[in-house]
Each structure stands twice: as C-alpha cells, then as structure tokens.
C-alpha cells in the first residue's frame, strides 16, 4: 500500500505526508466531534489545557468516546505506515484531539517519549511513531508541525531549546491529509497567529513491546472492545499481552 517514494521518505526525511487520505465528510465529521468533546470537557471542569495561557487542549482517550474514531485509527494507509515503521503487530499508544487556539505560542522541537528518557546513543530503528490528522487546512499561519529532515539519524543530538534550525520545515496541506512522523524526528506545533482554532487528531503508536502511553484494555467499555475487529483489538493491546501469547 506505501510505494517505494513513501518508505524512502520515511527512511530518509523521517516523516511523511499523506495528502487528502481522509475524505472531506469524515473530516468534517471527526472535527465537529474533536471540538463537541473539547467544548464538553471545558464545561465540566475536565479540560486539558496547556500553555500558560490555556491556548492548546488535548482530548485523550477518543476510542471510548465514538465510533468514528474507532473507524478512523484502522484507516488503512495510515497504518500500513506505522506497520512499515514499528512493525506489524504495533499498538497504539494514545489517540487523542489536539486543539491550537488562538494566539498559541510556537512549542519548540522534540523527539516523542519514551525517546527522550533514553541514553545515548538511541535506536537506529523506530520505536515510536506518530499520524497527525489534519481536520484543518495546515498552514504557515496557524501552527502547522514544524519537523527536521533526518534529524532521527541524529542518534546522540536532541534538540536546543530557543535555536532556530536552517533545515526546520513547517509542514503545510490540506485538512484530510495525515502526516506521518518518526517520534525521533525533531518536531513540534508551530504558533498560531489566526483567529481561528486548528484542529488536529494525534494518533500515536509504539512496538508492541513497549508500555503505551495509555492502557485501552483498562478504559475503553466492554461495548468497544465486544464489536472490535480483529485489527482494532491487536490496536487495543490484545497482541501485546504475555499472558495471552504462550
């Protein structure tokens, strides 16, 4: 499903950009419900804000909270990426809503943990990967990622804090693409000068061996995990499982 182009860019550059995988009813379907749950969760108190001034949100565990996006995290080429990535029997990490409001501050670059907690030399192989859905337009203007070609080769370098890299790019397109990052890639949102909120979902991923960032088995409903495909449930972490692979 990834042509020869698609893996030499995630080989080579560390991410990739899946233009207009998601087709324009989804989209409009899945950013109407990211910000119905981050409108809910500020009313009651259970918003997850950050910057100091509250202009970025995250929604977290988003397979327990529709349908659409237990369809929308077994989107075929996206996974086929991860797959290419972290291997077949990856699982995923988190998925949650991502939210620049207005006047959201540049976030600087970074590699995606567990990544950063570890010595150096890092692995040459990936362990992390992330998809960032467009549900907006990305551009300059309104926080586009900002990612470092090859920067996931830089196997002892991490980032530095307030340095401008020549090689950084921000990575424009148009709401229903899928941007695709290496979690060694140096990365990071960029500021938000609009006057309009931009809208993303993160689907993070990690090797089956590694502790996700979240434990959907713990979570989600019994009503999620009863009508659960087989690639869901493999997502959910049944596959990771020790007890259940002797």
Known sequence: MLTISDKSQLDL?????????????????????????ATAEQKAGKGHTYFPNGSAQRVWNLID??????????????????????????????????ILYPNAPD???????????????????????????????????????SCVPASHLRLKALPEADVEYEDEQQICGSR???LIVNGAVWHGSSENRTDKPRVALLGFFCRSILKPQQDHLKI?????????????????GF??????NT
């Not at 991410?15 to 950013?31: A, D, G, H, K, Y």
């Not at 989600?220 to 959910?236: D, F």
């Not at 596959?239 to 259940?244: F, M």
Request: glycine share 6%; with cysteine; net charge negative.
């Open 220 to 236: 989600v409903s019994e009503e999620v995990i009863e009508r659960a495909t087989p690639t869901l449930k493999r997502l959910l």
């Open 107 to 145: 976030a600087g670059l970074h590699i995606d943990y567990p990544l950063s907690g570890l010595p150096t030399p890092r692995p040459n192989f990936p362990m992390v990967a992330n998809s960032v859905w467009f549900l907006d337009d990305f551009t300059l203007e309104n926080g586009a990622t």
């Open 176 to 178: 229903g693409s899928v």
């Open 239 to 244: 596959n990771s499982l020790p007890s259940l």
């Open 65 to 98: 909270k529709g349908e659409i996006f237990e369809e929308a995290i077994q989107q075929p080429k996206m996974l086929a990426a991860m797959e290419y990535l972290l291997g077949a029997d990856c699982t995923l990490s988190s998925f949650t809503v991502n």
């Open 13 to 37: 550059n560390g991410f990739l950009l899946l233009e207009n995988l998601i087709s324009p009813l989804t989209t409009t379907q899945l950013r109407k419900r990211a910000l119905e749950l």
